[in-house]
């Protein structure tokens, strides 16, 4: 009999519980997933021109993870290994505007098998395909031949409406919840997802400590400044989202968590496979048993999946290669990654054409480790450009200068090469903002190789469709002697 989505949960049903104390009863849930938000735009993590209040007191009194990173750089790619535990790849979400396959399932559902209410809400969530307000009629009939739509059969609770009506959704959530039950409850904000509002507020621009991988100049500092306020604005709307938890007598039973769903939309940032696309936010609090402390461990975007279903005391489902670390989060024995992976797929939903550039289609994928990281570009001959943001004062501004040859070198190599090439490696300890390619160099010859092993066990394990990183030809030996002329 074939496995199905269907019968998967089932045996979750049936499978002995994964808690790591069986006195400590499990905690509902609340995950807090802010739009393209950058490490380090909180205030707990050193960037103090803001003021992130709830969030820093909340840092204060959880783990503070400084390593986390999204499986992808994008939205909905990213959102996939959050909710599945699997690599976008892996999971069949290549295409910016799939809906989740039916059998891939996801921690609400691993969850309901062990009892849980679950939920949904905020802006659009990504994983149910195009909404149907943006959807193209072609789009649209597809989906509904093939019911591809499947999100509201894997939660009790769907609601995809504005920022502005979370408080309300998550008070009804709570309200309707069944008083002997778990639950869990995902909340999805916009901010600070570009466009950045302009009634949003804005930060001194003069007070950011721009990051080496950005030009100074004013429309940088002003796009920045936006999307600080915007920041700012998830920080009041998280803050609005706890107090709802405390009046409902929820908080002490509960495991939250705050995270970004991929990086900032800047160069360097969103669609790329650099730190400040994929290195988000995540802090993770549950008062009276996860113990304040900060940490460097590497944490992916698969993680965060397996590490929920865990705590609710379920097994994750077979095909998940995220590593809980629920472990970590109660003080117990945790074997940390050794490595994270990242992959760039395609962005939108518009089709491909002579003049599409980098920002909408690009191949990549990426490994890191505490110390390297490695890229291997698939599409170097596209143009490059920032996702969302291209026309912004900050990135016009940088093409000016790129025009007007007033650039600094590792600027004008960084965003204006082309090709670009295809191995990249960048040694973190000497250079945290990946400014120096150092893919090729005899002194990083086993490094890279160890980092292209790794890579290669992710493509071969994910059922990868990009090339081999590691050259596979196999070529016999010379049979017999060579005739002589």
Same mark, same amino acid.
């Given at each position: 009999?074939?496995?199905?989505?269907?019968?998967?949960?089932?045996?979750?049903?049936?499978?002995?519980?994964?808690?790591?104390?069986?006195?400590?009863?499990?905690?509902?849930?609340?995950?807090?997933?802010?739009?393209?938000?950058?490490?380090?735009?909180?205030?707990?993590?050193?960037?103090?021109?803001?003021?992130?209040?709830?969030?820093?007191?909340?840092?204060?009194?959880?783990?503070?993870?400084?390593?986390?990173?999204?499986?992808?750089?994008?939205?909905?790619?990213?959102?996939?290994?959050?909710?599945?535990?699997?690599?976008?790849?892996?999971?069949?979400?290549?295409?910016?505007?799939?809906?989740?396959?039916? *059998?891939? /399932?996801? @921690?609400?559902?691993? !969850?309901?098998?062990?009892?849980?209410?679950?939920?949904?809400?905020? +802006?659009? %969530?990504?994983?149910?395909?195009?909404?149907?307000?943006?959807?193209?009629?072609?789009?649209?009939?597809?989906?509904?031949?093939?019911?591809?739509?499947?999100?509201?059969?894997?939660?009790?609770?769907?609601?995809?409406?504005?920022?502005?009506?979370?408080?309300?959704?998550?008070?009804?959530?709570?309200?309707?919840?069944?008083?002997?039950?778990?639950?869990?409850?995902?909340?999805?904000?916009?901010?600070?997802?570009?466009?950045?509002?302009?009634?949003?507020?804005?930060?001194?621009?003069?007070?950011?400590?721009?990051?080496?991988?950005?030009? *100074?100049? /004013?429309? @940088?500092?002003?796009? !920045?400044?936006?999307?600080?306020?915007?920041?700012?604005?998830?920080? +009041?709307? %998280?803050?609005?989202?706890?107090?709802?938890?405390?009046?409902?007598?929820?908080?002490?039973?509960?495991?939250?968590?705050?995270?970004?769903?991929?990086?900032?939309?800047?160069?360097?940032?969103?669609?790329?496979?650099?730190?400040?696309?994929?290195?988000?936010?995540?802090?993770?609090?549950?008062?009276?048993?996860?113990?304040?402390?900060?940490?460097?461990?590497?944490?992916?975007?698969?993680?965060?999946?397996?590490?929920?279903?865990?705590?609710?005391?379920?097994?994750?489902?077979?095909?998940?290669?995220?590593?809980?670390?629920?472990?970590?989060?109660?003080?117990?024995?945790?074997?940390?990654?050794?490595?994270?992976?990242?992959?760039?797929?395609?962005?939108?939903?518009?089709?491909?054409?002579?003049?599409?550039?980098?920002?909408?289609?690009?191949?990549?994928?990426?490994?890191?480790?505490?110390?390297?990281?490695?890229?291997?570009?698939?599409?170097?001959?596209?143009?490059?450009?920032?996702?969302?943001?291209?026309?912004?004062?900050?990135?016009?501004?940088?093409?000016?200068?790129?025009?007007?040859?007033?650039?600094?070198?590792?600027?004008?190599?960084?965003?204006?090469?082309?090709?670009?090439?295809?191995?990249?490696?960048?040694?973190?300890?000497?250079?945290?903002?990946?400014?120096?390619?150092?893919?090729?160099?005899?002194?990083?010859?086993?490094?890279?190789?160890?980092?292209?092993?790794?890579?290669?066990?992710?493509?071969?394990?994910?059922?990868?469709?990009?090339?081999?990183?590691?050259?596979?030809?196999?070529?016999?030996?010379?049979?017999?002697?060579?005739?002589?002329?």
């Amino acid at each position: 009999m074939p496995l199905t989505r269907r019968s998967l949960l089932k045996s979750l049903a049936a499978a002995p519980g994964m808690l790591l104390s069986q006195q400590t009863p499990p905690p509902n849930i609340l995950f807090i997933l802010s739009d393209d938000h950058s490490y380090p735009y909180v205030g707990a993590y050193g960037a103090d021109w803001m003021y992130t209040p709830n969030l820093d007191k909340f840092a204060r009194e959880g783990v503070l993870f400084e390593k986390a990173f999204t499986a992808a750089p994008q939205c909905v790619p990213s959102r996939t290994a959050l909710m599945t535990g699997r690599s976008p790849v892996a999971a069949r979400m290549g295409r910016f505007s799939s809906p989740l396959p039916k *059998d891939i /399932p996801t @921690v609400p559902e691993v !969850l309901r098998t062990k009892g849980y209410y679950t939920g949904v809400c905020g +802006r659009y %969530f990504h994983l149910d395909g195009s909404p149907a307000n943006n959807a193209a009629p072609t789009t649209r009939m597809v989906y509904e031949k093939y019911d591809m739509r499947t999100w509201k059969n894997r939660v009790d609770f769907l609601d995809i409406s504005n920022q502005g009506t979370t408080v309300g959704l998550f008070d009804q959530f709570l309200t309707k919840r069944p008083q002997n039950r778990p639950w869990f409850f995902w909340i999805n904000y916009n901010d600070p997802h570009h466009p950045w509002d302009a009634d949003a507020g804005k930060v001194d621009p003069a007070k950011i400590k721009l990051p080496a991988h950005l030009p *100074d100049l /004013p429309g @940088v500092r002003d796009d !920045l400044s936006r999307y600080c306020g915007e920041i700012e604005r998830a920080d +009041r709307s %998280f803050g609005e989202a706890m107090a709802v938890l405390r009046k409902h007598g929820q908080e002490a039973g509960t495991m939250v968590l705050f995270m970004g769903d991929n990086g900032m939309a800047f160069p360097h940032g969103k669609g790329s496979l650099y730190d400040p696309g994929l290195n988000v936010p995540l802090i993770a609090r549950w008062p009276g048993h996860i113990k304040p402390m900060v940490t460097k461990t590497l944490i992916s975007g698969e993680d965060v999946a397996a590490t929920f279903m865990t705590a609710g005391g379920a097994m994750p489902p077979t095909g998940v290669s995220g590593r809980s670390f629920y472990p970590l989060l109660m003080g117990q024995k945790y074997e940390p990654r050794e490595y994270v992976f990242g992959a760039r797929l395609h962005h939108g939903a518009a089709s491909f054409n002579e003049q599409t550039k980098a920002s909408n289609f690009d191949l990549s994928r990426c490994v890191r480790s505490s110390k390297y990281k490695f890229i291997y570009n698939l599409t170097p001959q596209m143009e490059y450009w920032p996702v969302d943001s291209g026309q912004d004062p900050g990135w016009q501004q940088i093409l000016e200068a790129h025009k007007a040859g007033k650039l600094k070198p590792e600027h004008e190599k960084m965003y204006f090469t082309r090709p670009r090439p295809v191995f990249e490696m960048y040694d973190l300890e000497k250079d945290p903002y990946e400014l120096n390619n150092v893919a090729g160099r005899p002194e990083y010859k086993d490094a890279q190789q160890t980092l292209m092993a790794a890579m290669q066990e992710k493509i071969i394990t994910d059922y990868d469709f990009v090339p081999p990183v590691l050259d596979e030809t196999v070529r016999p030996a010379q049979q017999g002697k060579t005739k002589k002329k």
